[in-house]
């Protein structure tokens, strides 16, 4: 079994997006109510200036989001969610037209609407698919990578009682059904998300980040998102500001068992932690 990442690419854009060492997806949230970052980034400006430091700090991939995915978080209407993620496009593309932008959101026509109109280069669905009907067709249309992420319930129930037969084993078959039924309908590029902290409770999760490794049986690339969850903050008993050192101890693990994607808040330090490990693959004369 492998222990580090995989040579792996996706097509962005008809340009092949190289995956030969893990990437760092930075996280963008324009919400009031995400449980970390809500409401910070309110304006334009703060949203190119916050853009602006994630890819100094080397993030490869911008995820914005328009709607908070938290426990408990309530719905938000479509008009509204196109109306935050619109305007922010046009901040983040008029001062970086090269940005390679992912649109978290689980609407098809959201979707649509940030592909064909802003160039968003990758969709970042948290259902993978379940809660809009069209939105693996039109995935299979529009021909941009998918991240498929698992969950458990919804945001307003996943959290309630999360129960499992063997959390793996029922994930890896969640996939593999789901990655069958993208196939048949031409969907290229998938991204795996085993969905840390969505319908699981801390043991869950930590269970999965443990086994890791068991997901690239999929043959597919593999996201990790741990970033100042509460699956560290009641662990460590902590809030999310103070979850800085499990989020890093966590996705130094991820990458380790073959995590391809580390989506983060903090991007400097997921860069570092990454190179540190790849060097560490170097000394070790793996390739």
């Given at each position: 079994?492998?222990?580090?990442?995989?040579?792996?690419?996706?097509?962005?854009?008809?340009?092949?997006?190289?995956?030969?060492?893990?990437?760092?997806?930075?996280?963008?949230?324009?919400?009031?109510?995400?449980?970390?970052?809500?409401?910070?980034?309110?304006?334009?400006?703060?949203?190119?200036?916050?853009?602006?430091?994630?890819?100094?700090?080397?993030?490869?991939?911008?995820?914005?989001?328009?709607?908070?995915?938290?426990?408990?978080?309530?719905?938000?209407?479509?008009?509204?969610?196109?109306?935050?993620?619109?305007?922010?496009?046009?901040?983040?593309?008029?001062?970086?037209?090269?940005?390679?932008?992912?649109?978290?959101?689980?609407?098809?026509?959201?979707?649509?609407?940030?592909v064909e109109n802003y160039g968003v280069a990758i969709i970042n669905d948290i259902s993978a698919g379940s809660f809009d009907r069209n939105m693996?067709?039109?995935?299979?249309?529009?021909?941009?990578?998918?991240?498929?992420?698992?969950?458990?319930?919804?945001?307003?129930?996943?959290?309630?009682?999360?129960?499992?037969?063997?959390?793996?084993?029922?994930?890896?078959?969640?996939?593999?059904?789901?990655?069958?039924?993208?196939?048949?309908?031409?969907i290229g590029d998938i991204i795996i998300d085993p969905g840390f902290g969505f319908g699981k409770t801390v043991d869950h999760n930590y269970i999965?980040?443990?086994?890791?490794?068991?997901?690239?049986?999929?043959?597919?690339?593999?996201?990790?998102?741990?970033?100042?969850?509460?699956?560290?903050?009641?662990?460590?008993?902590?809030?999310?500001?103070?979850?800085?050192?499990?989020?890093?101890a966590l996705n130094a693990i991820a990458v380790f068992k073959g995590a391809d994607i580390l989506r983060v808040h903090d991007v400097r330090e997921?860069?570092?932690?990454?190179?540190?490990?790849?060097?560490?693959?170097?000394?070790?004369?793996?390739?």
């Amino acid at each position: 079994m492998e222990i580090f990442a995989r040579k792996k690419s996706l097509r962005i854009k008809g340009k092949l997006f190289d995956l030969s060492e893990p990437v760092v997806m930075g996280i963008l949230n324009v919400t009031p109510d995400s449980f970390y970052d809500g409401g910070r980034f309110s304006g334009a400006d703060e949203v190119v200036s916050r853009v602006g430091q994630m890819r100094d700090e080397g993030a490869d991939i911008i995820d914005v989001g328009a709607v908070s995915t938290r426990p408990g978080a309530g719905t938000v209407p479509e008009t509204e969610e196109q109306h935050r993620l619109s305007w922010v496009m046009e901040a983040i593309l008029k001062e970086f037209p090269d940005a390679i932008i992912s649109v978290d959101t689980v609407r098809s026509a959201v979707a649509r609407n940030m592909v064909e109109n802003y160039g968003v280069a990758i969709i970042n669905d948290i259902s993978a698919g379940s809660f809009d009907r069209n939105m693996l067709n039109t995935i299979a249309e529009l021909q941009v990578p998918y991240v498929a992420m698992h969950m458990q319930g919804t945001p307003e129930t996943m959290q309630l009682d999360p129960k499992y037969d063997d959390v793996v084993n029922d994930i890896l078959k969640f996939f593999a059904g789901k990655i069958r039924i993208m196939r048949s309908m031409g969907i290229g590029d998938i991204i795996i998300d085993p969905g840390f902290g969505f319908g699981k409770t801390v043991d869950h999760n930590y269970i999965l980040a443990a086994n890791l490794e068991e997901f690239s049986m999929l043959g597919l690339p593999v996201l990790a998102g741990f970033s100042r969850k509460s699956m560290i903050c009641k662990l460590l008993r902590v809030n999310p500001p103070g979850a800085l050192a499990g989020t890093i101890a966590l996705n130094a693990i991820a990458v380790f068992k073959g995590a391809d994607i580390l989506r983060v808040h903090d991007v400097r330090e997921a860069k570092d932690t990454i190179r540190v490990l790849e060097y560490l693959k170097k000394a070790k004369g793996e390739t």
